[in-house]
């Protein structure tokens, strides 16, 4: 398994920032996916998960409403639409694979190298 994560930047709050996460094929289409996030000093946080046609999509409270996650499977592609940032938005954010359980997602221990995001005030 293969992820790699790519679109982190510097910018200002309030500005918007789109996250893209390619997976290895046959891992990607047959998987549910999620971004996750590790702000320093903290643990790492799921930020938003969707299931394997990406017919539904879960985000965590912290980014509802500003954060949308969508995949295009003919890319073997993630994003994650970041809209209205924040500072307490900074952190790495990873990409992961894994299914739903009982409506929870779960991902397996496979993780690229993270991008940065780094929101100024």
């Known amino acids: 398994v293969q992820l790699v994560e790519s679109g982190g930047g510097l910018v200002q709050a309030g500005d918007s920032l789109r996250l893209s996460c390619e997976a290895s094929?046959?891992?990607?289409?047959?998987?549910?996916m999620g971004w996750h996030r590790q702000a320093p000093g903290k643990q790492r946080e799921l930020v938003a998960s969707?299931?394997?046609?990406?017919?539904?999509?879960n985000c965590a409270d912290s980014v509802k409403g500003r954060f949308t996650i969508f995949r295009d499977n003919a890319k073997n592609t993630m994003y994650l639409q970041m809209n209205s940032l924040k500072t307490e938005d900074t952190a790495v954010y990873y990409c992961?694979?894994?299914?739903?359980?009982?409506?929870?997602?779960?991902?397996?221990?496979?993780w690229g190298q993270g991008t940065q995001v780094t929101v100024s005030s």
């Open positions: 992961s694979v894994g299914f739903y359980s009982g409506g929870r997602y779960y991902e397996y221990d496979y």
């Open positions: 094929g046959s891992t990607f289409t047959g998987s549910a």
């Open positions: 969707i299931t394997r046609n990406g017919g539904r999509t």
